[in-house]
């Protein structure tokens, strides 16, 4: 399983940005697929995840400015992110969780792409 994610830059605050994650399998494949984010000096932190039966969770902070959303014919999910601040700076991941049923679990994790917000 393969996750590639794009879409990272740099913006001013204020800005949009769009990320993209591309699964070599179907996102409903996953329990949850997502994205996590680290800034320097803290911990990986959840910011946007989507269940195989769609219900979504986001960090607090991205609440309202930030929406994932998935396109499964292109095995894609994509993360919106509005009105951006200085604080939203940091690496972000995509994720995907497949397992269960007894099934071991396995976490499966993109390469990060850098978003960079300038106040």
């Known amino acids: 399983v393969q996750l590639q994610a794009s879409g990272g830059g740099s913006v001013q605050a204020g800005g949009s940005l769009r990320l993209s994650c591309v699964a070599s399998?179907?996102?409903?494949?996953?329990?949850?697929i997502g994205w996590y984010r680290q800034a320097p000096g803290k911990q990986r932190e959840l910011v946007a995840t989507?269940?195989?039966?769609?219900?979504?969770r986001y960090l607090p902070s991205v609440k309202g400015r930030f929406t994932i959303s998935r396109d499964n014919a292109k095995n894609a999910i994509y993360l919106q992110m509005n009105s951006l601040k200085a604080e939203d700076t940091a690496v972000y991941y995509c994720?995907?969780?497949?397992?269960?049923?007894?099934?071991?679990?396995?976490?499966?994790w993109g390469k990060g792409t850098q978003v960079t917000v300038s106040s």
């Open positions: 989507i269940t195989s039966s769609d219900s979504t």
């Open positions: 399998e179907s996102t409903y494949r996953f329990n949850a």
């Open positions: 994720n995907g969780e497949q397992g269960g049923l007894g099934n071991p679990f396995k976490d499966y």
